[in-house]
């Protein structure tokens, strides 16, 4: 392949830039032609789509969001919407593309995959839930926004001595609430892959408070449910007073930590290795630390699962 595309598309994650960069030097190193289309699904359907050279992409690698931008696109759900993306495509004779992003992003690829256009999916969400790596960009960061929060929220709390309920993002994946959670050192660690029950979570509490304890922190992955409506709970049963945090969008902002910026710089260089191996269909991703690439159609169905080990682990430091 000669001439290729980059995109990222869906929710933006911190690092995603230090892919783009990745993918554009790489492919520039191999003498390709990388061109950047702009707002993800959108801009492909519309043709936003730009030469990048090394220049464009200096000076991102330390910078959340993504210089590309993203956005959400229904229309590349239909078959006229990726009929018209792959037009746009051939007119350019870009060959194949980079798509970063999470899930659904990864749905688009598996799209383009099956009209034959060759796809490479790179995993770009703090949500840490596409199936095939350990570890997706953004994740770390996010995780580091959150411990940062709680630490906060952790001060506060020990002073006033309150119970807080401290809501994470993660969508339908406890990631961000069982690593926050274990680092963070916090009582109890909601997330939806595990049912719980308030009863026993009470019970947690009180036991607690009688110990002496003069806080209490529980994180709640949005998965779950509203932290506003664990905490009622918590008061109409425990009787005692809760404070909420939802902590939103700063999740998804800031410079990324070394650990996101090193594992783009990776897999974005590794997502170009394969187009000029002229493979498609393949998502990249991370295992035991090592670069592995597999079916982005098999992967899509299979489940995301969460460290159990991990989880039981957050419970046996809070009992
Ligand atoms: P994320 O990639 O962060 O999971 P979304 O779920 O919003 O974000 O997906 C991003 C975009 O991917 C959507 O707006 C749409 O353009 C595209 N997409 C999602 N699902 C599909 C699908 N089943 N077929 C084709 N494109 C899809």
Redesign the pocket.
């Known amino acids: 392949m000669k001439r290729i595309g980059v995109l990222t598309?869906?929710?933006d994650s911190p690092g995603m830039n230090a892919a783009v960069r990745a993918v554009v030097r790489k492919a520039i190193f191999h003498e390709m032609e990388v061109f950047g289309i702009y707002h993800?699904?959108q801009g492909l359907i519309n043709g936003n789509i730009k030469k990048l050279e090394l220049g464009s992409v200096g000076d991102i690698i330390h910078r959340g969001g993504t210089m590309l931008h993203t956005a959400?696109?229904?229309e590349?759900?239909t078959e006229e919407g990726q009929l018209k993306a792959i037009e746009q495509l051939n007119k350019l004779g870009i060959e194949g593309i980079v798509i970063i992003?999470?899930?659904?992003?990864y749905?688009?690829a598996k799209?383009l995959t099956e009209r034959g256009f060759p796809c490479i999916g790179v995993p770009g969400?703090i949500d840490n839930d596409i199936p095939g790596t350990d570890f997706t960009i953004g994740f770390d960061t996010a995780l580091n926004t959150v411990i940062d929060a709680i630490d906060k929220i952790r001060d506060t709390a020990t002073s006033h001595e309150r119970t807080y309920v401290v809501e994470v993002m993660g969508r339908d994946a406890g990631d961000i609430a069982l690593w926050a959670g274990l680092a963070g050192g916090a009582e109890t660690i909601l997330c939806p892959e595990y049912e719980y029950d308030i009863e026993d979570l009470i019970g947690k509490l009180n036991r607690g408070h009688d110990r002496g304890k003069k806080h209490s922190i529980i994180i709640v992955a949005e998965g779950v449910g509203s932290a506003v409506d664990i905490s009622r709970k918590i008061e109409a049963k425990a009787g005692f007073e809760t404070r909420v945090t939802v902590l939103g969008h700063v999740q998804r902002g800031g410079s990324p930590s070394a650990n996101d910026r090193v594992l783009a710089s990776r897999l974005g260089a590794r997502a170009v290795e394969l187009l000029l191996e002229g493979k498609g269909g393949r998502a990249v991703g991370i295992e035991q630390n090592q670069l592995v690439d597999y079916d982005i159609i098999e992967a899509l169905a299979k489940p995301h699962t969460i460290d159990k080990k991990m989880y039981d682990l957050s419970a046996e430091l809070s009992i």
């Not at 992003?101 to 992003?105: A, E, I, Y």
């Open positions: 598309s869906g929710g993800g699904y959400r696109c229904p590349f759900k992003g999470g899930d659904g992003s749905r688009g799209a969400t």
